[in-house]
């Protein structure tokens, strides 16, 4: 019985990392490079619906265009995160990269004045019994504040690391999830 668990043990231990994968991707083996995309393409693409409002044809786009990226930038992974951190760093950049280029994140006073002007009989106060979902409540929210809340809350960011990777303040990151929260509250209540 300990030799079979012996050789499971062993068995496992020569399993590959993603390290290893990587090593041997930036070598050259494009089979290896197949492997971390087999193991990363679910979790990138979630992260890629969740940041593009659940449009799935842009998340496919998105997460295609990651790969495509990772396989270029490969050679400047140096292991001091998780491979799987990098390559999620990797995604939110990309698909942040289109609100750094507006260098203006829309407010949350902008955004709900512009929205109560274009729906007839928008009521700010909405009755206890109309309810919103959570994935409509998101969708509700401006696109920066909308990035804040699922970087911190979804996928456990730190207002630092989503000030470096958005471009905006930590204070910013800290009033834009605030106000998120409290939006949500009140939209879902």
């Not at 050259?28 to 449009?55: I, K, W």
């Not at 992974?77 to 390559?87: H, I, K, N, P, Y």
């Not at 109560?116 to 919103?132: K, M, T, V």
């Amino acid at each position: 019985m300990q030799s079979a668990r012996a050789n499971e043990h062993v068995a496992q231990a020569a399993q590959p990392t993603d390290a290893d994968w990587v090593r041997a991707a930036v070598a050259g083996d494009a089979a290896a490079f197949e492997q971390l995309y087999r193991r990363h393409v679910d979790r990138v693409f979630g992260l890629c619906v969740r940041l593009v409002d659940g449009d799935r044809g842009k998340a496919e786009h998105y997460t295609q265009d990651v790969f495509v990226r990772a396989w270029e930038k490969l050679g400047s992974f140096r292991g001091e995160a998780q491979f799987s951190t990098w390559l999620h760093r990797l995604a939110v950049n990309l698909v942040l990269g289109e609100y750094r280029l507006l260098r203006r994140w829309v407010s949350f006073d902008d955004h709900l004045a512009e929205q109560a002007g274009n729906e007839p009989g928008h009521d700010p106060h909405r009755s206890s019994g109309e309810r919103l979902d959570v994935e409509r409540a998101l969708a509700r929210l401006p696109k920066g504040a909308r990035a804040v809340i699922m970087l911190h809350d979804v996928e456990g960011y730190r207002h630092e690391e989503i000030a470096a990777l958005t471009g905006i303040a930590v204070g910013t990151s800290k009033a834009q999830l605030h106000r998120a929260r409290k939006l949500m509250k009140e939209w879902l209540a």
